[in-house]
């Protein structure tokens, strides 16, 4: 209840105030342009090196999508297809099946932890630390299940509605075909990094786990006798996880479910985006302040509500026009192939189908290894098998059927493929579509009035994506400022406020640098991913042995 009071108390004083800065700007330029006009060079010289282009048959392919789809297809090989031959054994471990699997003391790399947990840690609520979990059988904070959830809710979200769109109103119906290739691969990349996350984290005197690729690069590298290396990337990437969650988990989520719930209430206010951004800000607020054990169960209630609802009302579209799917499929294949009368051509599809799919599903990033590395195990691999679940789910799964409800939507040429930007034109009314409008659009054909559920799950899916993120860039921000209550509290601080202030500005070069911040963490984490891959392959065989083992008893 505390806590509840001093966020309303923190809501009630900043509404004027934000209200009136919105509103009564200088002539000139209002906060956002100023803001925007500071960052704008900033960006372009970020995106310039992370997007630097390579060309291949006359195209301009970025460098770090190379070395994504790079990276993945050989972890997909090197591991011999995890994405089929362990997908069954992630279905068992997320159901608990191997819950009671007891690891061996002499070999477990964690081995002692348990006993230098402080038993007199005072309790709070539920009995548990506010924090973390106590250590019980398993060393952890979280099950299974609610790190896949928490993972899932920073994934699922913006990326599979507005992301799906634009991939689309650019690239053509062909670009869902990569955007599955993309996240198939991605599950091996997923697998891997999740779990080097719980190999190489950190357990703290009361329990408080701490992990990620800042962890794994700087400890998996230093065993490989490059300490500097490892501690550069690792500081880095905590720079980088910490922007990317401002921008691409904060901002952009409460900008786009402010702009859809302002567009459902039939007003374009600055002050109702205001109001919007502290309400969510209260809401996210309540849930940050208890820690990853209580973003975990938050998360695996919402994110399966979030996803049916959203699944359900796919199903029903493509059910009601089942008989358009052969035709949506043939343009999804025949596109993928030839790229006739799309930007780039077959390059150009493959491009964007790619980079969408990366940035849903954030395979390679790193960031999902966070959330992963408090799961509560003692085999490393036993987490890194459920995570390539995530984008199967993510964007194998819910990126398509996106996908087909808006190719069904244009099956008789609504609208023009292959603008130069992400904006469409439907023919009959007029109207400018992008993004998540597009997707509101597509599935208004079939389900009318469907945009006012499309906007809770919007927000739904805005909400749990600041909350995993909110703990991802937690992470970043305690292992480069250290584990006090006060760079705890400053961090959570200053990402409430951000909530706010994407929700009731445009912030467009702030939210195009923590993207590029955001793929910036590709660079060190697929070098550490590579060379760290031989200890993950030693992980899983000594998870497969040991549940072999259980299984002769």
């Not at 006993?115 to 099950?143: M, N």
């Not at 400890?219 to 910490?242: C, I």
């Amino acid at each position: 209840m505390k806590i509840t009071r001093l966020l309303l108390s923190f809501a009630s004083a900043l509404l004027p105030i934000l209200a009136f800065a919105q509103d009564v700007q200088p002539v000139e330029k209002g906060l956002d342009d100023r803001i925007n006009d500071a960052v704008a060079p900033i960006t372009a010289a970020v995106a310039n090196v992370v997007f630097y282009p390579v060309t291949i048959g006359g195209i301009n392919i970025p460098i770090v999508l190379i070395i994504l789809i790079g990276a993945a297809t050989y972890f997909t090989l090197y591991f011999r297809f995890p994405n089929i031959t362990r997908f069954k054994l992630a279905l068992n471990v997320v159901r608990g099946k191997y819950d009671d699997l007891a690891g061996d003391p002499s070999e477990h790399p964690e081995r002692g932890e348990k006993e230098v947990i402080d038993k007199d840690i005072p309790t709070t609520f539920e009995g548990d630390i506010q924090e973390t979990i106590r250590v019980e059988e398993h060393t952890g904070e979280v099950s299974a299940f609610q790190a896949l959830t928490a993972a899932l809710s920073a994934t699922v979200g913006l990326g599979n509605i507005a992301g799906v769109a634009i991939a689309i109103a650019v690239g053509g119906p062909g670009a869902t075909f990569w955007m599955i290739l993309a996240g198939f691969l991605g599950m091996a990349s997923k697998f891997t990094e999740c779990t080097l996350g719980v190999k190489y984290r950190e357990i703290g005197p009361d329990g408080t786990v701490f992990g990620g690729p800042m962890y794994y690069l700087k400890k998996g590298l230093g065993e490989k006798g490059w300490v500097g290396m490892g501690k550069f990337f690792a500081a880095f990437y905590a720079v980088m996880l910490v922007g990317g969650s401002f921008g691409g988990g904060n901002m952009f989520q409460a900008n786009q479910a402010a702009a859809q719930f302002k567009a459902v209430i039939g007003t374009n206010s600055t002050f109702a985006g205001t109001a919007f951004g502290l309400v969510v800000a209260i809401l996210v607020g309540v849930v940050i302040i208890g820690g990853i054990k209580r973003i975990g169960k938050v998360a695996e209630k919402i994110v399966p509500f979030m996803v049916g609802i959203y699944v359900a009302a796919a199903l029903f579209i493509l059910l009601a026009n089942f008989t358009m799917i052969p035709k949506a499929f043939g343009e999804i294949f025949a596109g993928a192939f030839t790229g006739d009368g799309i930007v780039g051509g077959f390059l150009g599809v493959l491009i964007q189908g790619f980079r969408r799919a990366a940035f849903s599903n954030e395979a390679g990033v790193g960031s999902a290894s966070v959330a992963h590395s408090a799961v509560k195990t003692r085999y490393p691999a036993s987490e890194g098998i459920v995570a390539l679940l995530e984008p199967f789910i993510d964007t194998v799964v819910v990126c398509t059927m996106t996908a087909l409800v808006i190719v069904m939507f244009n099956i008789n040429g609504a609208f023009d493929y292959g603008g130069t930007s992400s904006n469409v034109i439907i023919k009959a009314t007029g109207q400018s579509l992008d993004g998540v409008n597009l997707t509101a659009a597509a599935f208004n054909d079939t389900i009318p009035g469907f945009s006012y559920v499309l906007t809770i799950a919007v927000i739904l899916f805005a909400f749990s994506t600041m909350i995993s993120w909110s703990y991802y860039g937690l992470q970043g921000w305690k292992y480069l400022f250290g584990r006090s209550k006060l760079v705890d509290l400053s961090y959570k601080g200053l990402f409430l406020l951000f909530i706010i202030v994407g929700a009731a500005a445009s912030l467009g070069a702030v939210v195009d640098f923590s993207d590029a911040m955001i793929f910036a963490m590709i660079f060190p984490n697929m070098i550490g991913l590579l060379i760290l891959a031989p200890k993950v392959k030693d992980e899983v065989a000594r998870y497969v042995k040991a549940i072999k083992a259980s299984e002769k008893k």
